[in-house]
């Protein structure tokens, strides 16, 4: 008589018998068949399968049993990871890069382990020795193919290692995905509490909708009166956008890839692109948008227009990815606290995130950062503002764009007014190929839509910028520090109607002076506006009259986006007047290039400086000035010096790439009733994902030093640190909170070392 066969569990339920447990068999064949479906946009379904069936395979031991009935921790992702690189050679390393590190994350191929053990170290370990041995019914209830089917991945010519990492990372992906997603519907199952999932609107809906709003748009614009001035300037605006966004939506059934949108500030880049992609997407079986912003402060802006576009479909359709506060390092006591505190997959139609968590989750380890990888795949992305992408990653970024495009079935629209010299054809060093414009001859948009004269009026003191505010009713400065901004508003606030910007304020706060200032512009109040570069972000606020300290002259163009932004007197009436400030108020190196290489640019374009011809010329004097500097972290390198082997420093690629470096903390300002009632909800709340959202209007950013000495000091307290195991620091009072200015040290000898440079 054979015996009968133990049944092995990768999952048990609480306080219920075996019976409602989930077995292991079916764990591994439900993960494996999602993540195949997941893969099956790029082409390595099976690839895809396998790795989900191997990746708990450790779970076939005696001890890993005795571990789900309160025993000790068991290694359970190795033992899959060694059969995968056993069965398979290559393929399989790869496989087992992501069963290995699907808990821990992708670890370093060999070298230094970076406080993990490497995959040379995890695939050197002995079954029976270093590891649980494997109860033979594995073979049983898994049947492995003597090969697989390579993945349709087309390996760049020049960089086929870096296309071999990222098809790990792509893998790794749809196996965390189906991963999580098979755990989070079996215990959901056991609570009686369906998944909330799925349900969304498709992009043909979506299309159609957004065309319907779009039409009514222009339908109500043609009905307004044109008697004044103002109003034929408007209906002629409006006239240049549509002409623009069809031009643009004309042009979707070419084949996906990068393309470009080179459209000034007022073209309607936003709802061109958008239209653009959602048709584009159509024609090519794609399946979802995504809007990729440089900056936090304006990602509700844009998403809360989508939304108003797609009318009743926008709230299922459209999701905002970022966060003041990273939540991915919150630890939880068990799986569902797990799954609860996994970033989000990304399984939404259109998503707006943010350059940062875009990028930074390509070059990812973390499965909380790469879960989402996948859900890129088919895919068009919209690149708002291309050229903000980081000089010291440009490479990489560029690679990894020409991955996506290549291998990925995605489409990637650069949309800016300064439009990045990246093409190969513009000298860049393999370069983006094949770009095509959207945009209707940009350079005869540029001049119909030329609203300012940019001129560069030398050196000026902060005396002389401040008889020019007391001079001017209604101005604009920018400078490149907050110390200088704070300075200068100091000096000025003597003055009728000044304002003052900073990113020391928290994001209410700045909503709030915005509105002031928006107010007294309508009614031609007087209005002296000081800021850092923030204002550039994408701020609506029309001056007639903006002054730039020296900087790119793609910041340039950006503050010039905030001088007669309405269109209402002629350009060479509206003046963008670039200076170069005191030498104590001296541009850092990086951004001293920058500003070096606009002041070339000015010598040979001083009456067109904002053309697309000077614009291509700034860029690539920049790139040529950085050189090898452009992927300064050699990202590029590691992978390419450890391809031969396969043996990618995954970790500590990871820790390189980091778009922003400043070491830097959130701190939540109580700044109103509201923020005070959300400090208290932390304080006492179970969960926290939506406090987190809702306190980030509440927030600034200080060092990481200075944050330690305010609380050393006694000026913030922790909230909720033991709920969670990670501390959130709220500012105690706001007697270091001005008004005006925002989180101000004031006199505080303690602090001012650390805040020098700030």
């Known amino acids: 008589m054979v015996g009968k066969t133990k049944t092995y569990y990768a999952h048990s339920a609480e306080n219920r018998p075996e019976q409602h447990w989930q077995t292991l068999q079916s764990h591994l064949a439900n993960v494996g068949d999602m993540a195949a479906r997941f893969a099956a946009f790029f082409g390595a379904q099976e690839i895809a399968r396998y790795t989900g069936c191997l990746h708990d395979l450790g779970k076939y031991t005696p001890e890993f049993d005795r571990r789900l009935r309160g025993g000790p921790a068991v290694d359970h992702a190795t033992a899959g990871a060694k059969i995968a690189f056993e069965h398979w050679g290559v393929p399989g390393k790869l496989m087992a890069f992501c069963i290995a590190g699907h808990h821990a994350g ?115 614009a043609a009905k307004k009166p044109q008697r004044t001035e103002e109003e034929k300037r408007n209906a002629a605006l409006n006239r240049l956008r549509s002409e ?14 990068p393309f470009a949108l080179t459209v000034p500030t007022g073209g309607g880049k936003t709802f061109t692109s958008m239209a653009f992609a959602l048709e584009h997407a159509k024609r090519h079986g ?72 875009f990028f930074e989750s390509l070059f990812a380890d973390r499965s909380s950062r790469c879960r989402k990888l996948h859900n890129i795949s088919g895919s068009v992305i919209i690149l708002d ?66 609203r300012t004269t940019v001129q560069h009026i030398g050196a000026q003191t902060d005396a002389e910028l401040l008889e020019k505010l007391a001079q001017y009713r209604q101005i604009l400065i920018i400078v490149n520090n907050r110390r200088h901004a704070r300075s200068l508003y100091d000096s000025a606030k ?32 007087p209005c002296r506006v000081i800021s850092t570069s923030l204002i550039e972000a994408g701020v609506d606020v029309d001056l007639p009259l903006v002054m730039r300290a020296e900087a790119g002259l793609d910041s340039i163009a950006q503050a010039a986006g905030r001088c007669n932004r309405e269109g209402k007197s002629p350009s060479e009436n509206s003046f963008v007047w670039v200076f170069k400030p005191e030498q104590q108020w001296k541009a850092p190196p990086e951004l001293g290039l920058l500003a070096a290489a606009m002041r070339e640019v000015v010598r040979h374009h001083a009456d067109d400086l904002l053309s697309p011809h000077a614009i291509r010329r700034y860029f690539q004097r920049v790139y040529e000035e950085k050189g090898k500097a452009l992927d300064g972290k050699q990202i590029l390198a590691k992978h390419h010096d450890a391809g031969r082997t396969m043996d990618f420093p995954f970790q500590t690629i990871a820790r390189e790439f980091r778009m922003i470096e400043t070491h830097m903390q959130p701190l939540i300002i109580p700044f109103n009733a509201e923020a005070e009632a959300l400090i208290d909800s932390l304080r006492h709340a179970d969960q926290i994902g939506g406090l987190l959202r809702k306190l980030q209007p509440y927030t600034v950013q200080i060092p990481e030093n200075a944050l330690k000495a305010l609380f050393e000091a006694g000026r913030v307290e922790t ?40």
């Open 244 to 257: 623009i966004l069809d031009h643009a939506v004309s042009q979707a059934a070419q084949a996906p890839g």
């Open 106 to 220: 992708l670890a370093n191929g060999d070298g230094e382990g970076d406080g993990r053990r490497t995959l040379k170290q995890r695939l050197a370990l002995q079954f029976g020795q270093d590891i649980p041995a494997l109860d033979a019914v594995w073979q049983q209830e898994i049947h492995l193919p003597q090969t697989l089917p390579a993945p349709a991945l087309k390996a760049d010519e020049h960089r086929p290692f870096f296309s071999y990492a990222f098809f790990t990372r792509m893998l790794y992906s749809c196996l965390v995905d189906a991963d999580y997603l098979d755990t989070e519907a079996f215990y959901a199952e056991q609570e009686g509490e369906p998944v909330q999932r799925g349900g969304h609107p498709d992009l043909s809906e979506l299309c159609t909708q957004f065309n319907r709003f779009i039409y009514e748009f222009r339908q109500k």
């Open 719 to 758: 909230v909720n640190e033991k709920q969670f195991g990670k501390q959130f620091y709220s500012l105690i009072g706001l007697d270091l909170y001005d008004e005006a200015a925002g989180f101000s040290w004031g006199d505080m000898e303690f602090l001012k070392a650390e805040m020098l440079v700030f």
């Open 286 to 357: 794609m399946r979802r948008v995504i809007y990729v912003i440089p900056f936090t402060s304006i990602i509700e802006q844009n998403a809360a227009e989508f939304c108003k576009a797609f009318g009743n479909l926008g709230e299922a359709a459209v999701l905002e990815h970022h966060s003041t506060f990273d939540d991915s390092k919150l630890q939880g006591e068990n799986s569902k606290d797990k799954l609860r505190q996994a970033s989000e997959n990304w399984d939404m139609p259109v998503v707006v995130t943010t350059a940062v968590q």
């Open 494 to 525: 003597c003055l009728d109607g000044v304002f003052h910007l900073t990113t020391l304020m928290c994001a209410k706060h700045r909503a709030q002076v915005l509105e002031f200032i928006r107010g007294r512009l309508k009614n031609c109040e």
């Open 385 to 450: 503002e291309a050229q903000m992408l980081p000089l010291g990653l440009l490479l990489p970024i560029v690679q990894a764009i020409k991955e996506l495009a290549c291998n990925y079935h995605c489409s990637i629209v650069m949309c800016t007014a300064t439009q990045p010299a990246i093409q190969a054809e513009h000298g860049f060093y393999r370069g983006l190929e094949n770009i095509r414009e959207l945009a209707p001859n940009p350079p005869e948009l540029f001049d119909k839509l030329s």
